[in-house]
């Protein structure tokens, strides 16, 4: 009797077919049946829809909302643009057809763009003035809770999936937990924010917000490893090279880039130009990197670490310019992948479950570690906000990433598990919280 | 250092496009966004260094266009320009409404005689000199021999209304670049905006006639219906777009750049798929901001703010759709209607200010604003190949050579004659905090 695959077991890819990533699609065929004014009608409707949903972008932002949001104690969800998920996901459902395979396809360049963005904008933060002052004990601190919640997601979700693809011996199982550990591993910058709302001393606010960043350090770190070693095959690359050089590559590329883009942005003074320079130089670096199947993200974050960490060169403009276009291009970012976003695999749901909750006992066991072996003496507040910490922009980009690099089917059960993850997580820190929201909210971004 | 910077990021986009070999990998959103950015960067930089030699920003971003792009060094492939037509659009609108936002009716009333007789004796009897002069080479262009008299004077008119459109779009540019004012500027401006709805008019006219000199048979009422609803529709639609820009700047106080560029984009993309011209549209919104409204300013300002990495990209891929094969092709016709055009304008544009009793410097000058030419005569070269498509391709061949030489050539001098009249920096923003172009 021929043993029949197991439930869960996704289809294995066809002898020869090659699944393409989602940035390096040819253009959908026009449907079949649509023809002259049906095609306008489709393209005029995905127009308004877009247009209903940057309106509902402008009224969530009115001050009105802002203050419903707070009695219903939902503005953390909010801040954090996972409406915006949650809409691209209904825009794309075929009943709505807002966001349709063909304009989807033609707004896909935004996702490289959000993505370097959101890397850039991270390695902008670490300049080396600011990781020399952040206390011994806070990098001691985020060693734990950043690497034992990797190891418990990692250990457990490798055992659902290394069950669940059965694939032959190809460590894809390994891949795709490192994935999940990689996003479960960070916290999100709400964290400390939630913190200042609850009336935290000024202290506990930086000692949080230093381990958070210390946090996205590893989290951009274990994405550039995936993508070093876990490398897409077949006719869309010409190089074969092993992980360790696609390694030295992405940073090479990083710095080599980002001195060229020092340069540029060297030569203007301000003002629109300078803006223009900035978005340009991220839309090359992703577009570049997306095209060598690199992760943009982590080529970007290169970047913005050289550019912060170059002597001179005009910081302050550079961060006038992301704080003034971050906004747009994140919620731009944030519907296009809600719209890749396939919510209907079962097993994504499932695997969601076991990686809140081993991601949230892990965060537990590392304060405890980091408590015995660090005597950091963290307080209450601390405690808390670093055991329930939400899950942020970074954990989504890190998937939404993977999902273009690595086009397989079990990939979006990562998606659907951190996506999930981050709304059950929000809902979790919120029953946790004592006191009440933020009562003035930052706009949605990364930071 | 520029040159420099221009240069490693050319040996970047070629680094990067060596990479995937699969055939079509340009035409991805990788390639897409890979594309947008070197445009930004290199167009950028190509302008400023064409800045410093005295020449158009603008220029230079078309000259970017054309070296990167598909008929030269191919560092920009056709599917990539063809995924950045986008911008096209956006940019169109984004000029349209710039230019309506500087139709203050009040301040050119005393300019409309002016506008009034270049338009009739400068554009009308340029498109007579063309007609003339495509019926005298028509034993020179193949696609003519076979033709009788009568048609080969219809489709002389035809290519004669084709080649005479000019282009809002450079004007305003050049205008922004210069921060231009005086009787000049709004003279052109006005006239560029004005003969581009009489182009559009006649186009639809004379084509229609010729097809059915043609025997291709032709619904008149519908093309006289299609057309009634492009222009007037257009504008009625675009007097509603302006009616939403104004109660949206009355009501939000903060910065409107992005309400506005994607307005542009509802414009562009919306009013293409139902038959309306988004110039028009954005014309018509733009013209009643500044007439009835006090937003005009704010709408200007807003649209500077966003309106930059826009048209950077529009310019560069209109650069990199120049067709310079076919300039070889018909490069010695080409240059003959560029010069007669040319000599159209300045000639009788002279004769029009004269008759109008306009002062000196547009009297000087104003021919040299009416020789830039791109995106209008691109797309009625396009649509010419749609009406007569067994000889069209080579007609608009024919178009696309003397758009390509105007694309170049006619900028500079435009910018020139600027600095000549006096009027470069004369513009109000001048004295605004707005940064160096």
Known sequence: MVDQPPVLQPEPPKAGEHPVPLLMQPPPPPPEELHGIQTASEAIKAILGLVAIFGLAYLAGHPRVQAIEEKLRISQVMTAGLPFVLLGALAHLRQIGILSENVLWEVRPLLALGLGWIGFSIGFRFNAKMVESLPAASTRISVFTAAVPFISVLAACSLMLVWAEHWPANAIFFRDAMILATAGAMTAYSAPRLLEARGASGNTVDRITSIVELDQLAGVFGLMLVAAYFRPQGALVSWQLPGTAWLFLTIGMGATVGGVIYAALSRVEGGPEFSLLVLGSICFVSGMASFLRLSPLVVCFIVGIILVNLPGGPKDQIREALTRMERPIYLLFLLVAGSLWDARQWQGWVLMLLFVGTRLLGKWLGVVLAERRTAAGLTQEERRSLIFSPIGALSIAIVVNAQDLYPDATVSWMVTAVIGGAILTEIIVQASSRSGEITDPAPWGVS | ?437
């Open chain 2, 1 to 437: 250092m520029r040159f420099l910077i221009v240069l490693v990021l050319a040996g970047l986009m070629q680094a990067a496009k060596s990479f995937g070999p699969a055939p079509g990998v340009g035409s991805s959103p990788a390639g897409t966004a890979l594309a947008c950015g070197y445009l930004l960067l290199s167009a950028f930089f190509a302008g400023s260094i064409f800045k410093s030699l005295g020449l158009p920003r603008l220029t230079g971003y078309l000259f970017t266009g054309i070296i990167v792009g598909p008929r030269v060094l191919g560092l920009v492939s056709d599917p990539m320009v063809g995924n950045l037509r986008i911008f096209n659009g956006i940019a169109t609108a984004l000029i349209a409404l710039t230019a309506g936002v500087e139709l203050d009716l009040q301040s050119m009333k005393p300019l409309l005689k002016t506008i009034g007789w270049l338009s009739a004796v400068a554009v009308l009897g340029t498109i007579g000199l063309l007609t003339g002069a495509v019926f005298l080479s028509r034993d020179l262009l193949p696609f003519m021999t076979h033709l009788t008299l009568v048609q080969a004077i219809a489709i002389s008119v035809v290519l004669g209304v084709t080649m005479v459109a000019q282009s809002p779009a450079v004007v305003v540019a050049l205008h922004s670049e210069m921060q231009s004012d005086g009787p000049l500027t709004r003279t052109i401006l006005g006239v560029v905006v004005m003969s581009d709805l009489v182009v559009i008019i006649l186009f639809a006219i004379v084509s229609s006639v010729a097809k059915s000199l043609l025997g291709s048979g032709t619904d008149a009422f519908r093309t006289a219906g299609a057309l009634a609803w492009e222009v007037l529709g257009s504008l009625a639609i675009g007097a509603l777009v302006g009616v939403i820009l104004a109660v949206y700047l009355r009501y939000v106080k903060g910065s409107s750049a992005l309400f506005v560029t994607a307005a542009a984009f509802l414009i562009a993309e919306i009013g293409q798929r139902v038959d309306l011209d988004p110039l028009l549209v954005a014309l018509a919104a733009g013209v009643l901001i500044r007439n009835a409204t006090r937003h005009g300013e704010r709408l200007q300002h807003e649209i500077e703010v966003s309106s930059l990495p826009v048209y950077v990209v529009f310019f560069a891929v209109t650069g990199a759709t120049v067709h310079i094969n076919e300039l070889l092709i018909v490069g010695i016709p080409a240059m003959a209607l560029v010069l007669t055009r040319a000599a159209g304008f300045y000639g009788l544009g002279w004769l029009a200010t004269s008759i109008a009793k306009a002062p000196e410097t547009v009297r000087r000058n104003a021919g040299f604003g009416l020789m830039p030419q791109a995106g209008l005569a691109l797309a009625l070269a396009l649509l010419f190949v749609k009406t007569f498509p067994h000889f069209g391709a080579e007609g608009s061949a024919l178009v696309l050579g003397v758009v390509a030489m105007n694309e170049m050539v006619a900028p500079v001098l435009y910018r020139w004659a600027l600095v000549r009249s006096g009027e470069a920096g004369q513009s109000k923003a001048v004295t605004e905090a707005v940064p160096a172009h």
